[in-house]
């Protein structure tokens, strides 16, 4: 057990079991056939909403107490060891709270942050577009004006987590006073969804594009106000970027996991293959690489409940870090398991999918070596009272 894990365990010791046990006992059953028919079960989801999943991480909302940002981070890693696709539900629906609860204006009595807490209704954001990139402020969804004083919501959104049944998404839209974000009823008029089913990891969190033909969206449904939109779509999804990154570090578990478990019992020639040095090697940088990544990102986790001026920097190194990592470990075991390894009978090939994709996500590995190499100028800079 690492010095990180023994001080971990002595303070959250019963979030990490409860969640431990939880993905053990009701979602690693359930992993392969989530992967192989692209379907995670709205029954397994109200699960994660009755045990408070969807809400870690907020604090206090409504005179209930949902944890911190640390204990967001060990849900998230624990559920992402047992499937990236159901932990992509997560991070969706914790970017939306995050936003709802600090900007939303929703009218006394409206129960929709209730049920958002309670997972009783599915949050997600729809940001991205074709052809845009990670470039938010080249969006072409627009939300224009009616004579009631609603906005009517034109576009098309794609690659949307958890698209094809959502029931609530953040949806960035060019408003008058410039990029807005807006809070959309997926039941409204006017949506059409239109389900992915060619992605190659990650294939039960049911990505769908979603177009959004005229949807009348009332004055409540605008987080924070005009303009607002990228200072918005930047804060949150840094909540998913951290998200991404314990993601990962499940990844990177799940792997050690499945390699420990298969180099042990194996033999070959009268010993097991875990006993040769290049296997071993092979099983001590998976180790090294989980427990690295569990670090940073517990780290950047503290910087933002701390506020921290370098919680930005901090997310964007776990992220990098953990995403790379996970990628690494996946191709580890997979060439640990030889052939084996190529099949679905074991559960690396589809964490070796699974883990491409966390390096795409929530800003790609090349934005974040990006981000980190500019702000590691700028901090030798000022060391060295250059301008």
């Not at 992402?80 to 900007?103: I, P």
């Not at 009631?148 to 958890?162: A, Q």
């Not at 807006?182 to 990891?201: K, P």
């Not at 090294?288 to 001026?309: D, F, Q, Y």
Request: proline share 2%; charged share 25%; net charge negative.
């Amino acid at each position: 057990m690492s010095v990180l894990h023994a001080k971990e365990d002595s303070e959250k010791t019963e979030v990490r079991d409860k969640w431990r046990a939880w993905v053990d006992e009701r979602l690693l059953p359930q992993a392969a056939s989530i992967d192989q028919h692209g379907i995670t079960p709205r029954s397994l989801l109200a699960e994660i909403g009755s045990i408070s999943g969807f809400s870690v991480g907020l604090g206090e909302v409504e005179g209930e107490e949902f944890g911190s940002l640390r204990d967001m981070a060990i849900v998230h890693e624990e559920v992402g060891r047992g499937s990236a696709a159901v932990r992509s539900f997560l991070t969706v629906h914790c970017m939306l709270l995050q936003a709802v609860r600090r900007w939303g204006r929703l009218p006394v009595g409206d129960n929709r942050l209730h049920d958002l807490l309670k997972g009783k209704r599915l949050g997600g954001l729809a940001f991205s577009e074709m052809g845009i990139g990670s470039d938010l402020a080249a969006v072409k969804a627009t939300a224009s004006r009616t004579a009631d004083g609603h906005y009517e919501l034109r576009g098309i959104k794609r690659w949307v987590t958890g698209g094809q049944i959502l029931d609530s998404a953040l949806v960035l839209a060019i408003a008058d006073g410039g990029p807005t974000v807006f809070l959309v009823d997926c039941h409204s008029t006017g949506v059409r969804r239109e389900a992915l089913s060619d992605v190659i990891g990650m294939r039960g969190s049911m990505m769908a594009d979603i177009h959004f033909e005229n949807v009348i969206v009332g004055d409540d449904g605008i987080i924070g106000g005009e303009g607002m939109g990228l200072a918005i779509a930047t804060g949150i999804l840094d909540y998913g970027r951290l998200s991404v990154a314990a993601g990962s570090v499940g990844i990177v578990q799940a792997c050690l996991d499945c390699s420990v478990d298969y180099a042990w019992p194996c033999s070959k020639d009268g010993r097991q293959i875990g006993d040769f040095q290049l296997i071993q090697e092979l099983v001590s940088k998976m180790s090294v690489a989980a427990s690295a990544g569990r670090a940073l990102v517990a780290e950047a986790a503290l910087s933002k409940e701390l506020g921290l001026s370098s919680t930005l920097l901090k997310t964007c190194i776990a992220k990098q870090f953990a995403a790379t990592s996970a990628v690494q470990a996946a191709n580890d075991a997979v060439q640990l398991h030889g052939a084996a390894g190529l099949t679905t009978r074991y559960p690396v090939e589809r964490l070796l999918r699974d883990a491409k994709v966390m390096e795409i996500i929530e800003g790609s590995t090349q934005i974040q070596h990006g981000i980190i190499a500019e702000a590691t100028r700028d901090a030798l800079r000022q060391v060295r009272g250059v301008r």
